[in-house]
């Protein structure tokens, strides 16, 4: 902006701009302190069959409780994280939380869901995160199987060859990998070929458009865009989840699509972990009936 306005004007230096500067930064202190300090939990959202119904996994998803300012939201406090090592710290913090949670849903639930993490892009490049990662699961006695791991378009993408290498040695360790948030990136299907992923992650942004449509009961054309997507992954090997599922009519629209799970607040919002085994043994129940 201040270029905008022409080099010889003399741009008054912001007071909200050094706040929101100064903000940050104290944001990140405490940030650094906030593992240690036992501030950061996680929440499960539940991963739900489309075709039979039923829980069949949960995303970790991780929270930090502020002692001042309350509740502070991933989207504000994760990408401070990545500005630094801390995002290593919290990185292992969660992957130790949702294994240890696992190995517990296991016994509420007399079968192993699915926990899905989320890796940062500094994770992806981390030197001997697949060790991190194997060593995690012994710890907790986790079969591989039951371990996914989240990587975004734009961490994959960054340093293509890279991501390759480690989603390949995590997927030897018998883990199974995702890409997060597919739509809001390139979206290239070209990457989509070239990377060793399991499942494919469809951004909430294209359900969003199903929801706009009024077009009565076919849902027009983005039904076409999302079961186009969801044929193509399939044809790949892929798995799909649907993210963001609001409505019941999405939840159909989605599941008409030939998307494999889904995942939104129309099912479940991210539950602390006493909820989510209360879930698991309502809908487990549920899934055996109708297995
Ligand atoms: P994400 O990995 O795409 O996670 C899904 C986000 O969508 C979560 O937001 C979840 O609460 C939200 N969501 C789920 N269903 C619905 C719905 O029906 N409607 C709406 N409006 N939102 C829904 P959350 O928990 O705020 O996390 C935001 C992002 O922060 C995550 O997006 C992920 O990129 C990042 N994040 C969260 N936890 C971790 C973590 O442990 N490690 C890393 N590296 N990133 C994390
Ligand atoms: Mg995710
Ligand atoms: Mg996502
Ligand atoms: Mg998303």
Redesign the pocket.
Known sequence: AAKARGRDRCVPFSRALLDAAHERAELAADLRQAVAAGELH??Y?PLVDLARGGTVGF????RWQHPQRGNV???VF?PLAEESET?LQ??EF?LDSALAAAARFRTTAGTSPEVS????GH?LQQPGIEDLVARALRRHDVDPARLCL?V?ESAAVADLSAARDTLQGLRSLGVRTAL??FGTGYSSLSYLRRLPVDIL?I??SFLDDLADERGGAGGGHGVAVLAGIASLAGALGLLTVA????TDRVRELVARAGCTWG????FA??LSEDAAHEHLRQNVRWRSTTA
């Open positions: 996680v929440a959202q995303e970790a998803l991780v939201p991933p989207a994760v995002i919290l990185g969660v993490v989320n890796l940062s994770q989240e975004t997060d948030d992650k951004d909430k993210e963001g599922i609001e995942q939104g607040y129309h919002r991210p």
